[in-house]
């Protein structure tokens, strides 16, 4: 199985949301491969500004996910480890880049984002995400 670390971004402007849709309709947050030398921290940023346009600032990690699906175009199954930032950024325009197969970028009031996320375990971190974030 092929093992891969990312980082990713819970991105939240005053008390929205930043949700990525993807060409399967499903919605969760910005993430991308941790490459080369490169910091968990930067590798979410990076991906944040890439895959919607919105520069993050990161607050405090909020926790890690990890999941497993087969790859197509690799033909073999793959783990991902995910480490979350909870992130602030400073306006609601986006940008996304159709990029890493991220076809829109919203941002949602919480209540929605909830109910619009796709996954449990996306669930789970945006709503520790929102624990730290209002605290």
């Not at 891969?4 to 008390?15: D, H, L, S, T």
């Not at 909870?86 to 990029?99: G, I, Y």
């Not at 796709?118 to 520790?128: H, P």
Request: glycine residues 6%; negative net charge; proline residues 2%.
């Amino acid at each position: 199985m092929l093992q891969q670390n990312c980082a990713g971004g819970i991105v939240f402007y005053k008390k929205q949301v930043l949700l990525t849709q993807n060409e399967k309709n499903e919605w969760s947050f910005p993430k991308g491969r941790i490459r080369g030398d490169r910091t968990p921290e930067q590798t979410a940023l990076d991906s944040v500004l890439s895959d919607t346009g919105v520069n993050g600032e990161i607050l405090n990690m909020a926790g890690t996910t990890s999941y497993e699906f087969f790859s197509i175009g690799r033909q073999c199954p793959v783990r991902n480890h995910v480490i979350w930032y909870t992130m602030l950024s400073h306006s609601d325009e986006t940008d996304a880049a159709d990029l890493h197969g991220v076809v829109r970028a919203v941002f949602f009031d919480f209540k929605e984002a909830i109910k619009q996320v796709t996954y449990s375990q996306d669930k789970s971190i945006l709503m520790m995400a929102w624990q730290q974030f209002t605290e």
